[in-house]
């Protein structure tokens, strides 16, 4: 997609993001976009770069990498939201700021050792199958907080949060409620001692409902680099 397109699409998902913070009676600078850029051209990052946008979000380690050094003269935060296999720990230690998508200790732990000490400690979220699909990454609801007690004693890596991909609806009512047991998975997990800042759930179909129930980061593709092919 073009340059002038994927600003023009840029400036409206801002604008989105602006009415709904608005009609949540919540700070726009509470809420903070990821652009989904995978499958898209380091031309396509560019474009979106320079209208302002600095966190980008991939699913595929490989294609992610090769990117990620084509474009390591700009400041980008790369987080990783895609599904994670045990060999492939390393090269996400290695290039990315975030990983939203834990979900077992044993991954955890491997990125904890392999973050390199000269880096910042590597930000997680644990991701939670909130639909209980079979297909879907994430834990189940009851598996959070044990988990999330054995990932705050780990020292490289810091729990930043929780992560949810709900079943697709266009019902703005069925998404709020998807998205609420992960507002209340993360006040359960306050109310524990384990403070968490980040609520990342809602993309391009869901943003409104997911900032309607305190998303602090939404993960947008489609609405900014057009359909993927
Ligand atoms: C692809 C993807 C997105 C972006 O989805 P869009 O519908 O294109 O906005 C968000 N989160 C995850 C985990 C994804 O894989």
Known sequence: MNSALIQENLASVQQRIETA??????????????????????????AAYQAGQTAFGENYVAEAVEKIETLSDYPIEWHYIGGIQSNKTRLIAMHFSWVHTIASLKHAKRLNEQRPAE????????QVNISHEQSKGGVMESDVLPLAREIVQLGRVKLRGLMALPAPTGDFEKQRKNFSILRKLREELQSEG????????GMSADMEASIAEGA??????????????
């Open 21 to 46: 913070s608005k009609d949540a009676a919540r700070e726009r600078s509470e809420i903070r976009l990821l652009a989904v850029s995978k499958t898209r051209t380091a031309e396509e990052i560019i």
């Open 119 to 126: 880096f910042p400690p590597l930000n997680l979220c644990i």
């Open 194 to 201: 384990i403070e968490l800042d980040t609520l990342s759930m």
């Open 216 to 229: 602090t980061i939404v993960r947008i593709g489609t609405a900014i680099f057009g359909p993927r092919s």
